[in-house]
C-alpha cells in the first residue's frame, strides 16, 4: 500500500508561480511512476504531468513551457513547479503513485488563479 500526501496549494494571481509537493510512502519511492492530475469544477479530472522512475517527463500540450514535474528520491517526494498561472489552471490537484500497474491517489489540493 502506498500512501500519497500533497501539500502546497493556494489562492494565486495570475502570472505567478506556485509549487505543490507530493510525498509518497509505503513503497521504495524509486521504483513509483509519479503523476499530477486535475480536476476543475464541473470538468473530468485530466492528467497534467508525469515522472517516471528514470526521470523522464511528459506533460499536457496546455501546461507546457509552464509547469516543471521533478522528484527527489531521496526525500521521497515529487513536485510541481507551476509558472504563469492562469485562471484556466484553477482546479484540484491531485498527486498519483503508479506501481505494478496499482494506482494511488493523494486527497487533493485546491489551487485557485484569480485576480
Known amino acids: 500500500q502506498v500512501q500519497v500526501v500533497e501539500s502546497g496549494g493556494g489562492l494565486v494571481q495570475p502570472g505567478v508561480s506556485l509549487t505543490l509537493s507530493c510525498a509518497a510512502s509505503g513503497s521504495s519511492f524509486d521504483y513509483l511512476f509519479m503523476g499530477w492530475y486535475r480536476q476543475a469544477p464541473g470538468k473530468q479530472r485530466e492528467w497534467v504531468a508525469t515522472?517516471?522512475?528514470?526521470?523522464?517527463?511528459k506533460y499536457v500540450d496546455s501546461v507546457k513551457g509552464r509547469f516543471t514535474i521533478s522528484r527527489d528520491n531521496a526525500k521521497s517526494t515529487t513536485s510541481l513547479q507551476m509558472n504563469s498561472l492562469k485562471p484556466d489552471d484553477t482546479a484540484v490537484y491531485y498527486c498519483?503513485?503508479?506501481?505494478?500497474?496499482?494506482?494511488?491517489w493523494g486527497q487533493g489540493t485546491q489551487v485557485t488563479v484569480s485576480s
Open positions: 515522472i517516471n522512475s528514470y526521470g523522464t517527463t
Open positions: 498519483m503513485a503508479r506501481l505494478y500497474g496499482n494506482q494511488y
